[in-house]
């Protein structure tokens, strides 16, 4: 006679930490769901059920994280040996952010239980500091101002991730975009007037700019975006840079012009 089993384990993505991968427990008779596990940095795959329901069993792999300060010299082999970890596994960095003078590095950590943002220098012995405060796993892709006192970044925190800033010093949180597409990667402008970012509706992604202190966002170009912006060299324009999705390429684009 076949076992009837009252529940059905399945592992799923948390709404509540879109970056999490738990184990949950769904009634079968009125579809409700209990959460097993509360985990920041693991996945479970391979799920099984005991014969009579009672215990699971799982592939716990676990994502550990560092960063590293590799030098740019000729020599592969040599940059390795010289290779500098900055951060280990501890602080398990995500969306990482060197500012364009090299001297700060900005980056996601779930430390004190909700991933937010921290910064530290990069030439100096120092330790992390905590620049936003926002409850939950809502705070992903992020950039600093040109000037460093200012921060850009993604936040789900109303139920859609849309574009924020904030001061580095923790004052004057702002939510710049607030409509049904899905908003990500923002990075400023190199005058910091402007933050471009992508956005995605309904599949398609679009590239947009919205002004820094608040307004409203207008379409730069068709396409997805996640990159940086750079003064070009004879200093009349400014260059957009991004990854292609789906293809690993590199796109560079007149920022000003629209022209690839």
Not at 53 to 71: D, F, H, M
Request: aromatic share 10%; hydrophobic share 40%; charged share 20%.
């Amino acid at each position: 006679m076949a076992t009837r089993y009252r529940h059905l384990l399945v592992a799923f993505t948390s709404e509540k930490a879109s970056f999490q991968n738990d184990l949950e427990v769904l009634d079968i008779q009125d579809g409700s769901l209990s959460r097993l596990t509360m985990s920041s940095d693991q996945f479970f795959p391979m799920v099984s059920v005991s014969t009579d329901g009672s215990r699971v069993i799982a592939t716990a792999v676990q994502t550990q994280r560092e960063l590293w300060k590799v030098p740019l010299g000729p020599n592969a082999e040599e940059n390795g040996r010289n290779a500098v970890r900055v951060l280990d596994s501890a602080q398990d960095p995500m969306w990482t952010y060197v500012s364009r003078d090299g001297h700060t590095l900005l980056f996601n950590n779930a430390a004190i239980g909700s991933r937010n943002l921290w910064t530290m220098p990069l030439d100096v012995a120092a330790k992390p500091k905590q620049i936003t405060a926002i409850p939950g796993y809502n705070v992903m892709h992020s950039s600093l101002s040109p000037d460093g006192t200012r921060v850009a970044f993604v936040c789900k925190t109303t139920g859609n991730s849309d574009v924020w800033t904030q001061n580095v010093d923790g004052s004057d949180l702002r939510q710049l975009t607030n409509d049904a597409a899905a908003d990500a990667w923002p990075a400023w402008t190199p005058n910091g007037d402007w933050i471009v970012f992508g956005s995605l509706t309904e599949g398609h992604w679009e590239t947009k700019r919205i002004p820094a202190s608040g307004g409203t966002a207008e379409k730069v170009v068709d396409g997805f975006f996640r990159g940086d912006l750079f003064t070009q060299p004879d200093g009349k324009g400014t260059w957009l840079v991004s990854w292609i999705a789906g293809t690993g390429g590199i796109r560079l684009i007149d920022f000003d012009q629209r022209a690839k």
